[in-house]
């Protein structure tokens, strides 16, 4: 067993290249980040060389190497939340968070992230915190989202 204990979500996956995108999607979900220990485990779970790992990991967006913040922020980007004024959003959370787009807070508890379309275009504009969708979303109630006042 490596040292970051992987051993379980392996044994959820069937070991082969389409389980690849699901194993690592479980790892970001636990550490918030893909340690790179683990990686290695994973082409061996799954029979595939090294390379495709890091090919896979780094192409997704949703995979980071740098641990992120214990409130990921997403804000969609795409073209029917770009023209409900997700742009507003943006710069709203950048002054509320005090980071641009791609940061972590340095203290470690938010992460910013702006994301091609999430496929909820109906409740644009389209705000994520972790793992929940906040559509329809109005710049001005993103502090309260945040936990950060009012
Ligand atoms: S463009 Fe934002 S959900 Fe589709």
Redesign the pocket.
């Known amino acids: 067993m490596g040292a970051f204990g992987i051993d379980d979500i392996l044994a959820r996956h069937v070991g082969q290249e389409q389980s690849l995108i699901e194993i690592l999607h479980d790892i970001q979900l636990r550490f918030r980040h893909l340690p790179q220990e683990t990686l290695a485990e994973v082409a061996g779970h799954c029979g595939v060389p090294l390379s495709r790992v890091y090919s896979v990991a780094t192409f997704y967006t949703a995979f980071s190497f740098t641990k992120k913040g214990d409130t990921v922020c997403r804000i ?1 980007m ?4 770009h023209v409900k004024g997700a742009q507003l959003i943006r710069e709203e959370a950048e002054k509320v968070l005090g980071i641009g787009a791609g940061r972590t807070t340095s203290d470690g508890k938010y992460s910013l992230e702006v994301v091609n ?5 109906a409740m ?3 705000v994520i915190v972790n793992e929940a969708y906040h559509g329809k979303f109005k710049p001005v109630e993103l502090k309260k989202l945040l936990g950060r006042g009012e």
Do not use: S
């Open positions: 969609c795409g073209t029917a939340c379309c999430v496929g909820a275009c644009a504009p389209v």
